[in-house]
C-alpha cells in the first residue's frame, strides 16, 4: 500500500481546508489564490521560466499540492505558470507540453507526479496535447555520497522519445526550480532527439539574489502579450493589489 493510500483518510480531511492556508474551505482560498495572482515572476537563469518565487504562499500551496495530494491545486498553479509564458514572450504557442518526471519510486508513494498533473493542466488551458516525452534514465547504478553529488550537480538524466515531426515545439513543465539542472537535462534529452525548440517552465523557483521582478516590470517588458489579449484571465480577480491593500509584490508569510 503506498503513502498516498495509508494517508488518504487524512487527505479527504485535509481536502476541506485551503492548501496553502489550512483554513477550511476550498483547495485555495480566495485569499491565497489573490495572493499567488499578485506574486512575482522570477528569472531562474539558463533559459527557464517560473512562475513564482517558492516562498510564501505559494511554497504552501506547492508542498500541499506534492506532499499533501492536494490535486486541485495544480489548476490554479497551471493558470500562473500560462499567464508567466504569456508575459515572457509575445510567441507562446506550442505543439506539445510535456513534463520532467519524477522518479518512478517516488511517483509510486505519491500515487501521482506533480509535474504530470501541472502539465496537463497547462496543455488543457493552451489547448495542445500533453504527451509523455521524457523517461528517467536509470545509467550506471551509484549509490550514496557519490550519487548525491552527481544528481545535485547535473540534475537527473532523461531519455527522450523520437520528436514526432520536424520543428516540433515542445514546453517542458516542472513544479520547483532549485537548480534547474532538472529541466536543463529534459531540454538536452529532447535535443538529441532532434527537438531544436524547448521551452521550459515551472511553477515556481528558489529566489536567488536580484532575481525577482515585480510582475508588473514583467508586463511591461511584454507589451505584445499585452496587446493580443492572450493573457488569460486570473483568478480571484485583479492582480494589481492584495486583500487589504498591499501592493503587489509582497507574499503574506
Ligand atoms: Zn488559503
Not at 492556508?21 to 531562474?44: I, Y
Not at 511554497?59 to 498553479?77: C, D, E, F, Q, T
Not at 540534475?155 to 534547474?180: Q, Y
Amino acid at each position: 500500500m503506498s503513502i498516498a493510500q495509508l494517508l488518504s483518510p487524512l487527505t479527504g480531511l485535509l481536502a476541506q481546508r485551503c492548501a496553502s492556508c489550512h483554513e477550511p474551505g476550498p483547495a485555495l482560498c480566495r485569499s491565497c489564490r489573490f495572493a499567488l495572482a499578485s506574486t512575482r515572476a522570477v528569472d531562474a537563469g539558463g533559459a527557464v521560466d517560473a512562475a513564482m518565487p517558492f516562498d510564501g504562499a505559494a511554497r504552501s500551496a506547492i508542498l500541499g499540492l506534492k506532499y499533501g495530494n492536494r490535486r486541485p491545486v495544480a489548476a490554479h498553479l497551471a493558470r500562473l505558470i500560462v499567464r508567466r509564458l504569456h508575459l515572457s514572450s509575445a510567441d507562446a504557442r506550442f505543439d506539445i507540453v510535456t513534463w520532467a518526471p519524477t522518479s518512478a519510486a517516488r511517483a509510486r508513494e505519491r500515487g501521482f507526479d506533480q509535474a504530470e498533473l501541472l502539465a496537463r493542466e497547462v496543455a488543457k488551458l493552451l489547448g495542445v496535447p500533453c504527451r509523455r516525452l521524457l523517461h528517467r534514465a536509470h545509467g550506471s547504478p551509484q549509490t550514496g555520497r557519490a550519487r548525491a553529488e552527481r544528481l545535485r550537480a547535473d540534475g537527473p538524466s532523461f531519455r527522450a522519445r523520437p520528436a514526432p515531426r520536424r520543428g516540433v515545439r515542445v514546453l517542458v513543465v516542472d513544479d520547483v526550480i532549485t537548480t534547474g539542472a532538472t529541466l536543463l537535462a529534459a531540454r538536452r534529452a529532447l535535443q538529441a532527439v532532434g527537438v531544436a525548440d524547448v521551452r521550459l517552465v515551472a511553477a515556481a523557483a528558489t529566489p536567488r539574489p536580484a532575481s525577482v521582478v515585480p510582475i508588473s516590470a514583467a508586463r511591461r517588458s511584454a507589451p505584445t502579450a499585452r496587446a493580443t489579449g492572450r493573457v488569460p484571465a486570473l483568478l480571484g480577480g485583479s492582480p494589481a493589489r492584495l486583500p487589504g491593500g498591499a501592493p503587489v509584490g509582497s507574499i503574506p508569510a
